[in-house]
């Protein structure tokens, strides 16, 4: 299952995040996205758990606790909306 991390703090760290989740259960990824050009944190993230019972449990236990600093957002991660070549957000 793949769950959505917001409001992360820009020091917070794939370990710390991992260290969080994997108190729920087995994580298979941690990917915090980065800006493109500066490689600084986005302030947001997925975590791919393996295990969808674990998964719902962190959903539940990470939400709104602090991790580096920062109460964080959780939840199910949807999956993106497909875009239409060269819409660049208009329709």
Do not use: H
């Not at 998964?55 to 602090?66: H, L, P, S, T």
């Amino acid at each position: 299952m793949n769950i959505y991390v917001g409001n992360l703090s820009f020091e917070a760290t794939e370990a710390d995040i991992e260290q969080a989740f994997g108190e729920y259960g087995e994580v298979q990824t941690v990917n915090i996205v980065k800006d493109r050009e500066t490689g600084r944190s986005r302030g947001f993230g997925f975590v791919e758990m393996r295990d969808a019972q674990a998964a719902k449990q962190a959903i539940d236990g990470v939400n709104m606790r602090e991790i580096a600093g920062r109460a964080v957002t959780v939840n199910e991660a949807r999956p993106r909306d497909e875009r239409r070549e060269g819409s660049r957000g208009r329709w």
